[in-house]
């Protein structure tokens, strides 16, 4: 880990960040390929894979049902430089075509980053040649720069000093793949932002969407860092019950999974509960039985079909003793709130 | 012993018997003169003999010394001499001196002191001298001595220097109970006009044309004429808060759209521009937007530019005729749609037609926005032409020198910000 910023470097820093901020994240919102990403043939014990599960048609039909579309929040305002408006005078179906142009390049942005384990580091060795050991004092790499392979496939090889030759670590293929096949926007190095304690400041001040772009931008998504970063983001939004700031993002989906692989959807169901969005509330509860198909709500939900029950059957079974309560209050608020709507009416 | 004298004296006599000029020397002279002629041979052996020194200093006013210094001859002033003034002004030196006070610091009863002082009268004494008495007559000498121009705050100030034409003169005065709150008044031109006349021959007045305006829309303009400044200013200011129009303005900083407008030479291309933008036009359209409350616009002027008036007048018939958003949609029966780079090109509606939209469009129907109002005419767009440097060899040769340190500056950013900047180590400590 890096040492901690000196004063003296602060300001350097702001000048930097201020020529870096928001153009690259906004220009380059990355895509993601449809299918599974990484299958290494071997099976060893290791955490359970989320990937698989996310990418369930059933999962992600629900993630993006949960997650709002409001286009003024999608295409809010951008830091871009300034340029005149241009108007046009349309007939009611041009319009109309026009508005259906702009929703489907917001439904791009929408595209939620793939949920993946921490990548596996096997690096076998391809041959030990001691006679080559001390024959240079830097690490020779080899790059496979064929046209149109994939930076995942792509062949990175190593011959150390010692003489070994073996397939390059995550790390190396990293930085090696950004100088051959630059990512617009993605960083050499890891941008201080990342350090725990600098991204701690990040987070107090509630820049939840632009950290999250920034990784998404910077790391792949079974990268350590990425993992650390975003899983952090998340815990910090649930503590600060800012899950508002994350609708319309591209990562509300990837953070409801996390709670509900993480078996801590209380306080994003309260959330939803309290903004009148039952139906988003029986969708996560839904995606919860998907995630855990053991547990005693899916045994339970089977057939139910009024979403304020089955959020009432989530608070039974799965809620944990400290949340129960008030996600019980919760919920009697609102159907107070709502018997009270229908006496005036 | 009187001849002694004269031979001693001779030109101190020829002196005093010249100066005619002021009787009241020649009589004490004549005296002083005639007493010692007369006691001189009997009375004793020496003699006192007054003399009073001619020069001009006893013969002009201190205005005639000073012009015969400083100013300029009657002829000189014919041929344009000394009209900026003499470097130096004339100096009062009676100013700060108090009557009966001097150097020595006597106290005179009844004149620099009351006579009594209680029961007791006051002495003639004298007291410690006043030290700073001759530091402070100086510096009220040197106060007077020097020119100073009352200094204008910079944003105060006009167009350019002293002149007029751009500065604020206020809101016209009330009418009745209407007070014009949070007009302002700028003059666009002041000058001087002239008139012949049969009985009065030429004739000079002050002529001043000014636009008022409350910034939110609302502006006039008009010509004041009077025999001086102030009273012009004042008559055009008055009479431009009596013919004010309401100019529409698009979301409070622009115009509706870009159009063309005329007034004999003067011709002017207004292009609606996007916020922040600012007012890039002539300096009289400039302060006339300034007034409105237009922030954002870009004007061409071609024709005559010099002309304020005609340039005001087709300027005000131009936003005065704007076509809004909603008077076009209704017009044509289409949308109004406006698309924003920033906000990713989501159409916006800004005007719908009342009435139903029609469906379709008529063929070769001119629906560039662009170009909607400007009835045909086209800009004079000349192409700035390439610095000279461009084509020479050494401007090719630093391209190539400068093509290796490209992004360095921003790479040493970088690294800066990562800590890994071999050159700023010191720093990191």
């Not at chain 2, 001298?129 to 510096?139: G, S």
């Not at chain 2, 305006?213 to 004041?224: D, E, P, S, T, V």
Request: hydrophobic content about 35%; proline content about 5%; aromatic content about 8%.
């Amino acid at each position: 880990m890096a040492a901690p910023i000196s004063e003296s470097l602060i300001s350097l820093l702001r000048c930097y960040c201020k020529s870096f901020r928001c153009y690259p994240i906004r220009t380059h919102c990355r895509r993601y390929c449809t299918n599974s990403l990484s299958k290494t043939g071997r099976e060893q014990p290791r955490a359970r894979d989320p990937l698989p599960i996310f990418l369930k048609d059933e999962v992600q039909r629900l993630l993006y049902r949960i997650n709002s579309f409001d286009i003024s929040k999608i295409c809010a305002p951008q830091k871009v430089p300034s340029r005149k408006p241009h108007y046009e005078l349309l007939t009611d179906t041009q319009l109309q075509k026009k508005q259906e142009e702009a929703v489907e390049r917001a439904q791009t942005r929408l595209q939620m980053p793939p949920v993946m384990r921490v990548r596996e580091e096997v690096n076998p060795v391809l041959s030990q040649d001691p006679e080559l050991a001390g024959l240079m004092d830097a690490k020779l790499v080899c790059v496979d720069i064929t046209y149109g392979i994939s930076d995942r496939k792509r062949h990175v090889v190593v011959r150390d000093l010692d003489g070994t030759l073996r397939h390059g670590t995550g790390e190396e293929r990293d930085r090696i793949n950004q100088i051959y096949n630059p990512k617009p926007g993605r960083q050499m190095f890891t941008p201080r932002i990342f350090e725990p304690e600098n991204l701690e400041a990040v987070l107090d001040k509630g820049w939840y969407a632009y950290v999250l772009d920034w990784a998404c931008l910077q790391f792949e998504p079974d990268q350590p860092e990425y993992i650390r970063v975003t899983q952090r983001t998340y815990e910090h939004v649930g503590e600060n019950k800012k899950f508002d700031d994350l609708r319309s993002t591209r990562h509300f989906g990837p953070m409801a999974f996390y709670f509900a692989w993480h078996k801590s959807l209380e306080p994003l169901l309260m959330d939803m509960v309290q903004r009148d969005l039952l139906s988003d509330g029986s969708d996560l509860v839904h995606l919860f039985t998907i995630i855990h198909p053991d547990s005693e709500t899916c045994q339970r939900i089977r057939g139910v079909d009024d979403d304020l029950q089955t959020i009432k059957i989530f608070c039974e079974t799965e809620t944990s003793h400290s949340y129960k309560g008030q996600l019980q209050l919760t919920i009697q608020a609102y159907e107070d709130a709502q018997n009270l709507h229908v006496d005036a009416a | 012993m009187t001849s002694i004298c004269l031979r001693f004296f001779p030109r101190t006599f020829a002196g005093i018997l010249a100066t005619e000029s002021s009787a009241l020397l020649w009589n004490v002279n004549c005296l002083a003169w005639r007493h010692t002629q007369l006691l001189a041979p009997t009375v004793c052996g020496t003699s006192h003999v007054q003399t009073r020194n001619y020069s001009f200093f006893t013969k002009l006013t201190a205005n005639e010394i000073w012009q015969g210094v400083s100013g300029v001859s009657n002829a000189g002033r014919k041929r344009g001499r000394g009209k900026r003034g003499s470097g130096r002004r004339q100096v009062d030196l009676n100013r700060g001196q108090v009557h009966g006070e001097g150097r020595g610091g006597m106290v005179w009863p009844g004149l620099n002191a009351p006579v009594m002082k209680g029961r007791e009268l006051v002495k003639i004494r004298k007291e410690a001298p006043n030290q700073q008495r001759i530091e402070e007559l100086q510096k009220l000498r040197d106060k007077s001595s020097k020119f100073r121009q009352s200094k204008i705050p910079a944003l105060q100030r006009g167009w350019t220097g002293a002149k007029f034409p751009g500065r604020s003169i206020g809101p016209p005065d009330p009418i009745g109970d209407y007070k014009f709150d949070g007009f302002d008044t700028r003059i666009l031109e002041f000058k001087m006009v002239t008139n012949m006349t049969g009985n009065l021959g030429r004739k000079q007045k002050f002529s001043c044309f000014v636009v008022t305006g409350n910034q939110k829309g609302l502006a006039g303009y008009a010509l004041g004429k009077a025999p001086n400044a102030r009273a012009a200013m004042r008559k055009a200011r008055n009479r431009a808060g009596q013919v004010l129009h309401y100019i529409e303005r698009y979301e409070d900083h622009t115009v509706f759209h870009n159009f063309h407008t005329k007034e004999r030479q003067t011709s002017i291309f207004v292009k609606k521009k996007e916020k922040g933008f600012g007012v890039v036009c002539h300096r009289a359209l400039k302060t006339i937007c300034e007034v409105i409350g237009i922030d954002d616009l870009y004007c061409q002027v071609e024709g005559s530019t010099k002309n304020i008036q005609n340039l005001t007048k087709a300027f005000f018939a131009g936003l005065i005729n704007q076509e809004t958003h909603q008077e076009l949609a209704d017009r044509l029966k289409l949308n109004v749609v406006e698309f924003r780079k920033e906000t990713d090109f989501v159409p916006r509606i800004v005007a719908s037609p009342t009435c139903e939209a029609r469906d379709t469009l008529e063929k070769d129907e001119n629906l560039d926005f662009e170009n909607l109002y400007y009835g045909g005419k086209l800009e004079y767009y000349k192409k700035k032409p390439a610095p000279f440097y461009k084509k020479l060899p050494c401007y090719k040769w630093k391209q190539v020198s400068m093509h290796k340190s490209r992004n360095q500056r921003s790479a040493q950013l970088q690294r800066l910000a990562l800590g890994i900047e071999p050159s700023n180590k010191s720093l990191e400590q």
